[in-house]
């Protein structure tokens, strides 16, 4: 076998991508020449001005009383709305000053309860400290057995806000599970206080 033999040949492929470039040439060819076709228009126009002067300026004519009272009605349409938005705009600002009014009150009545509240927060508190002052004048034992009688939580209450030896005093009194109670009570008060 000879090596021509073995190669084969690959003309069909050639001419095909030939065909494609001259088109693309031909294209090519024919935008430029376009272009430069519509650009000599424009210069002969500008070359037609330049020699016969400028163009004498359009006049229009008196508009016709159809386009007048079209235009009119327009007008008119506008000063209705301009009127409404005025309108609307006075409501708000009605309202506007109604709700700043209602602030003001709600603000006012607000720290009125504020007050009323810190007042009665001082004096259930000035009650309280009276009666803890009470149980821990009286004697030991007839505080035990009134703090044995009472629901644990109330009775924890009471015993964390007195000293030290008097709520230790009443607690030795009471019966032994009764102040096992009021102790795991006074022990998880603060338990739910987050720690960081």
């Known amino acids: 076998m000879t090596a021509a033999a073995t190669v084969p040949r690959r ?54 009383a159809a ?33 700043a009014g209602r602030i003001e009150a709600l603000e006012a009545a607000e720290s009125r309860l504020a007050a009323t509240l810190e007042r009665a927060d001082g004096a259930a508190e000035a009650d309280l400290a009276r009666l803890t002052e ?10 035990a057995g009134l703090f044995s009688a009472m629901a644990p939580e109330f009775a924890s209450g009471f015993l ?6 008097a709520a230790a005093a009443i607690l030795s009194g009471m019966t032994p599970e009764a102040a096992y109670t009021v102790s795991a009570l006074l022990a998880a008060r603060h338990s739910d206080v987050p720690r960081n």
């Open 67 to 99: 386009l007048l009272e079209a235009l009119q009605e327009r007008e008119d349409r506008i000063s209705v709305q301009e009127a409404a938005l005025a309108d609307r705009q006075a409501a708000v600002n009605l309202a506007e000053t109604a709700v």
């Open 160 to 165: 964390g806000r007195m000293r030290p030896d």
């Open 134 to 143: 009470v149980y821990e004048s009286m004697k030991p034992k007839v505080a």
């Open 11 to 64: 003309t069909g492929r050639r001419s095909a991508g030939r065909g494609a470039l001259v088109i693309l040439a031909l294209f090519l060819a024919s935008s430029g020449a376009l272009r430069l076709g519509s650009g000599l228009g424009g210069a002969f126009a500008r070359t037609a001005e330049t020699t016969a002067g400028p163009a004498p300026p359009l006049e229009c004519p008196l508009p016709p």
